[in-house]
């Protein structure tokens, strides 16, 4: 099949590869000329674990190509997938401007009857939406699909390869047909591709990453919990994990969610709720103890100073999660923020969003140390943010030789409290008694 897809960021970029690997022929358009530009000189502009030989082979074979003209885009495609940013709006709810942007785009340049897909996570409505505001230009039919994305940065082209399940939104069952044959590829092990109405559809991805964000919250209040009456929440974790029906996933304490989605989604749907005068207070709940998670550390690293002025921490990790470059909502971002509030100096190591602190000029407040080590130099503590692999066995004797005091601050739980002590440290951690 003839794809587009617009929209060249996590999402588009990992779609369109993976829908070439599967024997499509894919057009990722972008308006970022610079984005396209690197992608045409195999330069790939985001950190993705598999994606970049995927990329190159596909692109070598001539089933992926990469193009800024969205007028020939959509031309010479019969699906059209648009995977665009929707942003949180100054009030919370999702910026559509980007895809309704991109819809009118189609109306007006469009010759022959498409399938348009949001892949972007829309609001409830947005389907019929998009639909409305092409045939506002046009009136040659369209078909518009919901088909939310469920792959998780860091893994997403796994994800997108061996997806839990595919969710499609159409009315249309011949539609449906169709997009179902482009996922078959995916599917082989038997996963389900779950075919439902567009609302529904769209309403999915929010539930979804919903109940993933409350989880993450349910956690870390309780670990605040296990704080106050001295309980371990790491056994806590252990406990209640074995059971099936709760699961281990997503039941880390740490310091909050971040990044480009749970963020926004959690923000968008309670919106949605208010707009149908229905307030979310399990969600609205969900947020605000993970705003507050994300200052979690700095009261610790307060007490434990007292005179925080002219002190300097080292932080490891900036990304939201391990295996990615993505800051956006990054934990990170708050505990900088708060830090340099206080007078603090901050030395930093990422290993791979350190051209993105750069993006985010965070070199001008902060030092960026290319080794993680350099950043322990001269620091009067270590704060972990981000549980990158290389960060979970370290040389503690060295962290002690290079920090002027041997304190850590570990926002992630990813040492054990009785053998930080033992090796001399003072370890605080979240929710988990000192030994
Ligand atoms: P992104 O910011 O990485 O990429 C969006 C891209 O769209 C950018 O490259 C931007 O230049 C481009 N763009 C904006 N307006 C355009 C236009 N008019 N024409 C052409 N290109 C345009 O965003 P993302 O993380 O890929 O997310 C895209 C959507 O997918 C969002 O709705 C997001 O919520 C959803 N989503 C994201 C993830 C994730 O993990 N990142 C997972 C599932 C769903």
């Known amino acids: 099949m003839n794809i587009a897809v617009i929209g060249t960021g996590y999402v588009g970029l990992v779609a369109g590869t993976c829908f070439a690997e599967s024997g499509n022929n894919v057009i990722c358009m972008d308006n970022d000329k610079n984005k396209i530009d690197n992608l045409k000189n195999g330069i790939i502009p985001i ?93 040659i039919p369209v078909q518009v699909v919901s088909n939310p994305e469920f792959l998780k940065e860091g893994a997403a082209v796994d994800d997108f390869m061996y997806p839990d399940r595919v969710v499609i939104g159409t009315s249309d069952p011949e539609v449906g047909e169709t997009m179902k044959k482009l996922y078959e590829p995916f599917v082989r092990t038997g996963n389900p591709i779950h075919i439902m109405d567009e609302i529904s559809a769209e309403m999915t991805k929010y539930a979804a990453n919903a109940l993933l964000a409350t989880k993450i919250s349910f956690i870390n209040e309780m670990a605040r919990l296990c704080e106050l009456v001295g309980a371990d929440i790491e056994s806590i974790r252990l406990g209640i994990g074995s059971d099936k029906r709760i699961g281990y996933s997503f039941i880390f304490p740490g310091v909050g969610y971040g990044g480009s989605c749970f963020p926004k989604d959690v923000k968008a749907i309670i919106k949605t709720a208010q707009k149908n005068n229905f307030p979310m207070r399990i969600l609205e709940s969900v947020e605000q103890v993970n705003e507050e998670q994300k200052k979690h550390l700095i009261p610790k690293i307060k007490n434990h100073f007292k005179n925080l002025k002219g002190k300097t921490v080292a932080i490891w990790g900036l990304s939201f999660k391990p295996k990615t470059d993505d800051m956006r909502e990054a934990p990170s971002r708050v505990m900088i923020k708060e830090l340099n509030k206080l007078g603090v100096k901050i030395q930093a190591h990422d290993p791979v969003a350190m051209e993105e602190a750069k993006r985010l000029q965070l070199d001008k407040k902060i030092t960026l140390c290319d080794d993680n080590y350099k950043a322990l130099k001269g620091a009067d503590c270590l704060v972990i943010v981000t549980e990158w692999l290389e960060y979970r066995k370290p040389d503690f004797d060295k962290i002690k030789k290079l920090l002027k005091h041997p304190v850590i601050f570990d926002g992630r739980n990813i040492y054990n409290p009785k053998n930080m002590k033992e090796l001399g440290f003072e370890y605080y951690c979240i929710g988990r008694p000192k030994k």
């Open 47 to 139: 950190y993705e674990p598999g994606l970049e030989p995927l990329i190159i082979r596909n692109v070598k074979n001539k089933n992926l190509h990469f193009s800024t003209d969205i007028k020939k885009t959509i031309k010479n495609s019969e699906i059209i997938f648009i995977a665009v940013g929707t942003p949180p709006d100054e009030d919370g709810s999702a910026d559509l401007s980007y895809v309704l942007e991109v819809a009118n785009s189609i109306g007006k340049y469009m010759e022959k009857p498409k399938i348009v897909v949001d892949k972007s996570t829309v609001p409830v409505g947005t389907a019929a939406l998009v639909k409305k505001t092409i045939q506002k230009q046009t009136d």
